[in-house]
């Protein structure tokens, strides 16, 4: 069993800054962050294999978005930068520990552990 704990959520003006943190309590092989805005279904962010450091981004996010691990590969973060008021949601931290790439890491379907999610709002 993983738990997740996140932390870095709040408030910020558009085009502001906000880096996220979710720290696992155990071995991770896949790590993401997810997003939900009300009345949307759960979105696919940024994903990164713990061990090689590999990483794939949500269209949306791409260029504005950079998540990265720790050395203990125990933490990984999300740096949201020129954030938009559509960035507007939940985050969401997921991790599994099943060994093998994905064929879509950014599906919701890959990933066993949940964390319990951290408000993110973008005021324009």
């Known amino acids: 069993q993983v738990q997740l704990v996140e932390s870095g959520g709040g408030s910020v003006q558009a085009g502001g800054s906000l880096r996220l943190s979710c720290e696992a309590s155990?071995?991770?092989?896949?790590m993401a962050w997810f997003r939900q805005a009300p009345g949307k279904e759960r979105e696919g962010v940024a994903v990164?294999?713990?061990?090689?450091?590999?990483?794939y981004y949500a269209d949306s996010v791409k260029g504005r978005f950079t998540i990265s691990r720790d050395n203990a590969k125990t933490t990984v973060y999300l740096q949201m930068n020129s954030l938009k008021p559509e960035d507007t949601a939940m985050f969401y931290c997921?991790?599994?520990?099943?060994?093998?790439?994905?064929?879509?890491?950014?599906?919701?379907?890959?990933?066993?552990?949940w964390g319990q999610g951290t408000q993110v709002t973008v005021s324009s």
């Open positions: 155990g071995d991770t092989y896949i």
């Open positions: 990164i294999y713990t061990g090689v450091g590999t990483t």
């Open positions: 997921a991790a599994d520990n099943s060994r093998g790439p994905r064929l879509f890491p950014l599906r919701s379907t890959n990933y066993k552990y």
